[in-house]
Each structure stands twice: as C-alpha cells, then as structure tokens.
C-alpha cells in the first residue's frame, strides 16, 4: 500500500471559491486541463481549475483499490498502475497528454473493453465533491461491499462537473492480463454483432471488437493457454484471419485511426447491437461512413446531414445521438447544434429536479450539457 497523503491546500482553496460563487450566485466554468473541453458546450463564468489538487491518497494493490485526486494526470496514474501488473478496466481515452483522472470520470468515457468488461460508472467506488453550496461531501467507499452513496458516486460520472466539483475518485481496478491477441477478419457488417455474440457464448476472451471497411476486428484478452485456444478456433472458420498490432485498439480509442480524419462532424451513436443492419445503414451511412465499436452497441459516424435527421434515425432505432465533434471549418450552425441528444420531457424534469437539489443556484457548469440545466 501507498502511504497516506496530507490533505491538500487546493481542497480549502477550491471550497473557498465555490462558497464565494454561491452566495455571490456566480457561474463557474469548472474542468482540469480541458482536453475534453469539446464535448460540452462553453460556460461564461469564474474559470475553477483542479489542475494543482494531485497526488495518489491511498493505493491498495491487493485490494485492487485506488484513490486519487482529480488532478492527476491519467498518464501517471496508468503508469503506477502498469508498475504493479494493474489497470483501469474501462480503458477511457485521453485526447491529451494533459488529461486528468478527475476530467475522465467528468466526461464519463469509457473505451473498447465497454461491452465487455464494465463502463467508467461501474469501476467507480466513491468520491469526494464540492456540492453547488459549498459543503463537502464524501460518497461511497474504497471496497465494493461499502455501498453506502454509491448511486450518487455513479451520478457524478458522466455529469461534466455540472452535479459538483470532484476532489478524489476512489476506483475498483483490475490485473493486466498475461496475455493479448487482436485479429481481423473479413465480415460482411450485416454479420458482425451476431458473429460476436456467438464468439462470447463460446467462451472466447473477448475484450474488445469492432467493425470497419468490411473488416471485423476482435481482441482476445486472458490467459496465454485460452488466448491461442480462442486464436485455433477461430482461424478454422476464417481462413483469411490476420494477426494485427494491439496498438490498433489505442488508435481507435485516441481517434487517430485515418477513420477519424474526415473534415465532416463526427457523431457517437448508442444503439442496441440486435438492430437491422442493412435496414440502418440505408437509412444513415448514404452519406457517411461508419465505424461499428462494442460489438454493435456503438457507432462512429462522420456525415454532413443535418443533425435532426441522424438523431431522429438514432431514436427509430433506439438509440441516441451525440455530437462528439466539429472541426474549426464547419459552418457556425454546426458549431451551435446541442451536444447531447435532446431529453424527454419527464428526463429533463428528473434532470432539473437533481440538479436544483445538488446545486440550488446553477453556479456548477450551468448549461455545458443541455441548455436548461
């Protein structure tokens, strides 16, 4: 175990600040380093950072517990980790090397092992925050059997500093495994999350699976004896079967692959993975191009249509649309298109009813998410 840490002086400085901002009712523009700074709308207020609020506060490898204060970067956080043969599971993306643990659990991404080893919500144990009145609040624990508050733990992620201020983040995480082989084949998309499905109840090892340009891509994470097992079977039934580099899975979730190169606004799409295929792409991908992620349960879509018509095919098919990003070439209109998918009347008012409870003056990131929060 990791010693203990001092509390931090940013702690009395960051809660100072959001007091002041309460009972002066001023907005607070609230992020780390902001690397992901484009997946919510800009807020006009008094610029918080917790940039300075770093450090590990307790580790326990035999556990498989860690707690860490939201500035910290998440390169040094993986690297503590990878020196004692762990992992954060749910593999979130940087999109920088200033990127923050307490900005990832903000933004709430979770990369290609979602489907099948668990989101950034399910990892969260418990955190510390600065509520929208100034009071500091704990929840959770360091051990999967506290569950005192861990609902509210999970609220937090996702919520892009809007339900309060993150101090420390405590996180369950898993061993890096022996061994890992990703492969490709080639597959009609048509075929690909049937192909998966079948692949998970055989009892492959699958730890990450995507679709592009006719290609299905599969990793296989586990032991060295079940990984060439997995590997055996499946060249039996594709013979063109390839081995290709694992750092292809770290492309995909940086967005460095050339998919993501297009100058068209890129969208994220969740859609169920049991949809019609051929029926969903003559619908969407006419003027586009597609990348299937999480065995069918996540789409990458590069396109120009209009926004109302690629959230209004998302929600056909049960589902829903996110404006991931724009480029510094698209037209204004685009720019001021609303991030999220917009919430029903009953969502929003469960929404505004959390956060009025949480935040009764909407001085925490108002609007960075939806407009009427």
Known sequence: MSAYIKESDQTDTLLAQVQTAYQNKQPLAIQGNGSKSFLTHAVSGQSLTTTEHQGIVSYFPSELTITVRSGTLLSDLKTILSEKGQMLPFEPPAFS?????GGTIAAGLSGPSRAFIGSARDFVLGCKVINGKGELLKFGGEVMKNVAGYDLSRL????YGSLGVILEISLKLLPLVPKEQSLKFSLPSNQFAHKVQNL??????????????????????????????????????HTDLEIVENTFWSELNEQTLSFFDSSQPLWRLSLPRDINEDDFEQAITTEGAQLIDWGG?????????????IRQIAQLYGGHAQLFRTHETDMEQIKTIPKQHPLTPAMLKIHQ????AIDPNHILNPGCIYPEL
């Open 297 to 309: 349960a996540l789409r990458w879509f590069s396109s120009n249509q209009p926004a109302e018509k």
């Open 353 to 356: 009813q959390i956060k009025h």
């Open 97 to 101: 090397k200033s990127a923050t643990i």
């Open 156 to 159: 937090i992620t996702g919520s």
């Open 200 to 237: 998970l109840i055989s009892g492959h090892p699958i730890t990450a699976a995507c679709h592009l340009n006719g290609q299905a891509y599969i990793r296989l994470g586990g032991s060295e004896k079940g990984v060439d097992f997995s590997y055996n079977e499946i060249s039996q039934t």
